[in-house]
């Protein structure tokens, strides 16, 4: 057995998996005019879905060139997160009570926004792939990597449709 | 002499590769190849350190012109292939590509990448279906491949769209003029030709009946004479007299006018049916939607089947349920759903998404209660609309459980074990 590798991993992605594609379709449903803020907290929801599966199963023991390079990714989409939407209540409660806006506008906004979106999509794809390498062989993760395959070829389409309506 | 250096410089290198710097590998590794070019160990580590596949090719053909029974260099080429072939269609090299890939293809022909990417770097649209029917043969989830078949399908139908002036209204397939007798389903379209399509024997019945279901579907959007004639002509050729016709009384409903069409309908039913001669005022109720004829049964109790647009929820859903032993059968809308039951059996269980293209989940519920065959098929609702009048209107539809997504991979589990039973193989 691979050192590291559990009998959870399985259940965990389909688990993750169920919850992205989820969020990916309320991504879908969110309307233009309202967009960037609910986009970029879904975003950040799915990227802390991916980092709670990564903590069971990426451990410190199985940290790799790539697994540090997904750290970073994950570092900068935080901060830009954070950038573009400095006053964001950590509790859903104090959301409630709470009108946010976007510290930036205009062309500035855009590239913050578009560069948090390649970000979030190169997330995705490095967490995929280190959970992939996590398998205790090929053939095990073989439905796995083809329905992970499927659901990034949506999470692009889904992506590419909100960059084009940030920038128009 | 050189045999000392040329281990020393192997040795040096493999440590190197295994510490991860590739770099230095690969130039420790050239220069052992170097140092002893008859060193097989040396040129497959080499290949294994290569920079690019092609460099990879050529260091494991080296090693198959030393040794040409090296398995490990056997296998490692194919890959190494698969992968230049994959680096040229990158590159955008399609005949470099497809011969790569080709050459792959003929060496194992059970690798579904390998026509997959074939299926990319041809111009022919009809060729890169053959391939993308290879895969889905190999593996029929495989959802590149369904995306690159319809988008193949989509390019041949616009080509033949040119050339073609008809399509079959049972099999839908094309010809350059209109046919009595579709060349493709061999279904008779005439209805003055009733006595041959009874017994036609050569017609395609299992196209006949996909295209019925589909005709069938189109009624709850479309109920004119066209659609009643057609699935009338399509039980004909099936042998079902009556319920063809119960489609030509309806069809005759729609155009009461046409007294030549109205005649071979009397003439159908004096000569092969016991009933009145007359034709009645009152038409019978067209047959239901879903209660199609043959609709196989299963025997096996274990058919579960996902009816989501989605093919990642599909797919997920396939990999939870059939890790405990259920058989899995998907359909991406209701209308998909309706024809995978006339070709694959009535399921044991049905998972049902709400918000679909075509037909929605509810529709298809609505349908598969009204049918004596589906009634009684426990259906779970699998949505991610969560309101309580989506859920009401769930169980008004006819559906037994409503679950939210996302889901919970071990709650599905319990819930179609509940309604379903175990399967025999679980743990398996």
Same mark, same amino acid.
């Given at each position: 057995?691979?050192?590291?590798?559990?009998?959870?991993?399985?259940?965990?992605?389909?688990?993750?998996?169920?919850?992205?594609?989820?969020?990916?379709?309320?991504?879908?449903?969110?309307?233009?005019?309202?967009?960037?803020?609910?986009?970029?907290?879904?975003?950040?929801?799915?990227?802390?879905?991916?980092?709670?599966?990564?903590?069971?199963?990426?451990?410190?023991?199985?940290?790799?060139?790539?697994?540090?390079?997904?750290?970073?990714? #994950?570092?900068?989409?935080?901060?830009?997160?954070?950038?573009?939407?400095?006053?964001?209540?950590?509790?859903?409660?104090?959301?409630?009570?709470?009108? +946010?806006?976007?510290?930036?506008?205009?062309?500035?906004?855009?590239?913050?926004?578009?560069?948090?979106?390649?970000?979030? !999509?190169?997330?995705?794809?490095?967490?995929?792939?280190?959970?992939?390498?996590?398998?205790?062989?090929?053939?095990?993760?073989?439905?796995?990597?083809? =329905?992970?395959?499927?659901?990034?070829?949506?999470?692009?389409?889904?992506?590419?449709?909100?960059?084009?309506? $940030? #920038?128009? | 002499? @050189?045999?000392?250096?040329?281990?020393?410089?192997?040795?040096?290198?493999?440590?190197?590769?295994?510490?991860?710097?590739?770099?230095?590998?690969?130039?420790?590794?050239?220069?052992?190849?170097?140092?002893?070019?008859?060193?097989?160990?040396?040129?497959?580590?080499?290949?294994?350190?290569?920079?690019?596949?092609?460099?990879?090719?050529?260091?494991?053909?080296?090693?198959?012109?030393?040794?040409?029974?090296?398995?490990?260099?056997?296998?490692?080429?194919?890959?190494?292939?698969?992968?230049?072939?994959?680096?040229?269609?990158?590159?955008?090299?399609?005949?470099?590509?497809?011969?790569? @890939?080709?050459?792959?293809?003929?060496?194992?022909?059970?690798?579904?990448?390998?026509?997959?990417?074939?299926?990319?770097?041809? %111009?022919?649209?009809?060729?890169?279906?053959?391939?993308?029917?290879?895969?889905?043969?190999?593996?029929?989830?495989?959802?590149?491949?369904?995306?690159?078949?319809?988008?193949?399908?989509?390019?041949?139908?616009?080509?033949?769209?040119?050339?073609? $002036?008809?399509?079959?209204?049972?099999?839908?397939?094309?010809?350059?003029?209109?046919?009595? !007798?579709?060349?493709?389903?061999?279904?008779?379209?005439?209805?003055?030709?009733?006595?041959?399509?009874?017994? /036609?024997?050569?017609?395609?019945?299992?196209?006949?009946?996909?295209?019925?279901?589909?005709?069938?579907?189109?009624?709850?959007?479309?109920?004119?004479?066209?659609?009643?004639?057609?699935?009338?002509?399509?039980? @004909?050729?099936?042998?079902?007299?009556? %319920?063809?016709?119960?489609?030509?009384?309806?069809?005759?409903?729609?155009?009461?006018?046409?007294?030549?069409?109205?005649?071979? =309908?009397?003439?159908?039913?004096?000569?092969?049916?016991?009933?009145?001669?007359?034709?009645?005022?009152?038409?019978?109720?067209?047959? %239901?939607?879903?209660?199609?004829?043959?609709?196989?049964?299963?025997?096996?109790?274990?058919?579960?089947?996902?009816?989501?647009?989605?093919?990642?929820?599909?797919?997920?859903?396939?990999?939870?349920?059939?890790?405990?032993?259920?058989?899995?059968?998907?359909?991406?809308?209701?209308?998909?759903?309706?024809?995978?039951?006339?070709?694959?059996?009535?399921?044991?269980?049905?998972?049902? %998404?709400?918000?679909?293209?075509?037909?929605?989940?509810?529709?298809?519920?609505?349908?598969?209660?009204?049918?004596?065959?589906?009634?009684?098929?426990?259906?779970? #609702?699998?949505?991610?609309?969560?309101?309580?009048?989506?859920?009401?209107?769930?169980?008004?539809?006819?559906? /037994?459980?409503?679950?939210?997504?996302?889901?919970?991979?071990? +709650? @599905?589990?319990? #819930?179609?074990?509940?309604?379903?039973?175990?399967?025999?193989?679980?743990?398996?």
């Amino acid at each position: 057995m691979k050192a590291g590798y559990s009998p959870n991993l399985e259940g965990d992605l389909i688990r993750l998996l169920s919850i992205l594609d989820f969020s990916r379709n309320r991504l879908e449903q969110i309307p233009p005019q309202k967009g960037a803020i609910l986009v970029l907290k879904q975003l950040h929801f799915m990227v802390n879905a991916i980092i709670s599966v990564a903590d069971q199963h990426i451990t410190a023991k199985v940290v790799s060139r790539d697994a540090n390079s997904a750290l970073k990714k #994950i570092i900068e989409f935080y901060a830009i997160y954070r950038s573009l939407l400095p006053d964001s209540p950590s509790l859903h409660l104090m959301a409630l009570f709470h009108k +946010e806006e976007l510290a930036f506008q205009g062309e500035v906004y855009q590239d913050l926004f578009c560069r948090c979106v390649n970000l979030f !999509q190169d997330i995705v794809q490095s967490y995929f792939s280190l959970f992939t390498q996590r398998f205790e062989s090929s053939l095990k993760a073989r439905d796995w990597v083809e =329905v992970a395959a499927g659901f990034l070829v949506e999470l692009k389409q889904t992506t590419r449709t909100m960059q084009a309506t $940030a #920038i128009a | 002499m @050189l045999q000392a250096p040329a281990s020393d410089l192997l040795r040096q290198g493999i440590a190197a590769a295994r510490a991860g710097d590739r770099a230095k590998a690969r130039i420790l590794f050239r220069d052992a190849t170097n140092a002893e070019p008859t060193n097989e160990n040396a040129w497959l580590w080499y290949a294994g350190m290569a920079e690019t596949p092609f460099e990879a090719m050529a260091c494991l053909e080296h090693v198959l012109s030393i040794n040409p029974n090296n398995e490990r260099a056997k296998s490692g080429l194919k890959s190494a292939r698969l992968n230049a072939g994959v680096a040229a269609a990158k590159a955008n090299d399609r005949g470099l590509a497809r011969e790569l @890939l080709l050459r792959t293809a003929e060496e194992d022909p059970n690798n579904e990448t390998v026509w997959l990417w074939l299926s990319g770097v041809t %111009d022919d649209p009809y060729e890169a279906v053959s391939y993308l029917h290879r895969v889905l043969e190999l593996n029929p989830n495989n959802e590149r491949a369904k995306t690159g078949l319809e988008f193949y399908q989509g390019r041949i139908r616009q080509l033949e769209e040119h050339q073609a $002036a008809w399509s079959c209204p049972v099999c839908l397939s094309k010809a350059s003029e209109p046919e009595t !007798q579709c060349h493709c389903c061999k279904s008779i379209l005439d209805i003055s030709q009733h006595e041959m399509a009874l017994n /036609n024997a050569e017609v395609d019945k299992e196209r006949v009946r996909v295209g019925l279901a589909r005709l069938q579907a189109s009624l709850a959007s479309r109920d004119d004479y066209a659609t009643h004639y057609y699935i009338g002509m399509a039980f @004909l050729n099936l042998g079902k007299i009556d %319920d063809a016709l119960g489609h030509f009384y309806d069809a005759r409903r729609h155009n009461p006018d046409d007294e030549g069409f109205i005649a071979q =309908v009397n003439a159908i039913q004096e000569k092969w049916t016991a009933l009145p001669p007359a034709v009645p005022e009152v038409a019978p109720v067209p047959a %239901d939607v879903a209660n199609t004829p043959d609709k196989p049964t299963r025997k096996d109790p274990q058919f579960v089947m996902i009816v989501d647009d989605s093919p990642t929820i599909r797919k997920l859903v396939s990999m939870t349920l059939s890790r405990v032993g259920y058989q899995m059968i998907e359909a991406g809308d209701g209308h998909e759903a309706l024809e995978r039951m006339q070709t694959e059996g009535i399921p044991d269980l049905i998972l049902l %998404d709400i918000g679909m293209p075509g037909m929605d989940g509810f529709t298809l519920c609505k349908i598969l209660r009204n049918d004596p065959q589906t009634a009684k098929i426990p259906i779970v #609702i699998l949505t991610g609309k969560d309101g309580l009048f989506n859920k009401i209107r769930g169980k008004m539809a006819g559906s /037994n459980l409503y679950l939210t997504k996302p889901f919970q991979p071990e +709650e @599905l589990v319990q #819930i179609v074990q509940k309604n379903c039973g175990v399967p025999a193989t679980v743990g398996v």
